[in-house]
């Protein structure tokens, strides 16, 4: 069955950098954009940022732009987000999903940027 499965997150210092890894499954990975999502504690879970199925053309939310990379590997089934001078107010749990799945979510890795 179709699953996303969240790895990387973490506590990091403010200024800090983190990769998530995403690892997708039972479906054909290559022919769908994928996309980080991110849920603060008592907020809505946002999109963070958007890749292609070639992973030539990417999308950012204004917070992270210039900060975030998404990246995927077509043949890993694999997609990532590096993450640098990471703030307090990304602090979240990431999840990511792509194609025509948005009713199915994996279980988050939980960000936590603090000094």
């Known amino acids: 069955q179709v699953q996303f499965v969240e790895s990387g997150g973490g506590l990091v210092q403010p200024g800090g950098s983190l990769r998530l890894s995403c690892a997708a499954s039972g479906f054909i990975f290559s022919v769908y954009s994928m996309t980080w999502y991110r849920q603060a504690p008592g907020k809505e879970r946002d999109l963070v940022a958007t890749?292609?199925?070639?992973?030539?053309?990417?999308n950012y939310a204004n917070s992270v732009k210039g900060r975030f990379t998404i990246s995927r590997d077509n043949a890993k089934n694999m997609f990532y987000l590096q993450m640098n001078s990471l703030k307090p107010e990304d602090t979240a749990v990431y999840y990511c999903?792509?194609?025509?799945?948005?009713?199915?979510w994996g279980q988050g890795t939980q960000v936590t940027v603090s000094s």
């Open positions: 999903n792509g194609g025509p799945y948005n009713d199915i």
């Open positions: 890749i292609s199925t070639s992973g030539l053309s990417t």
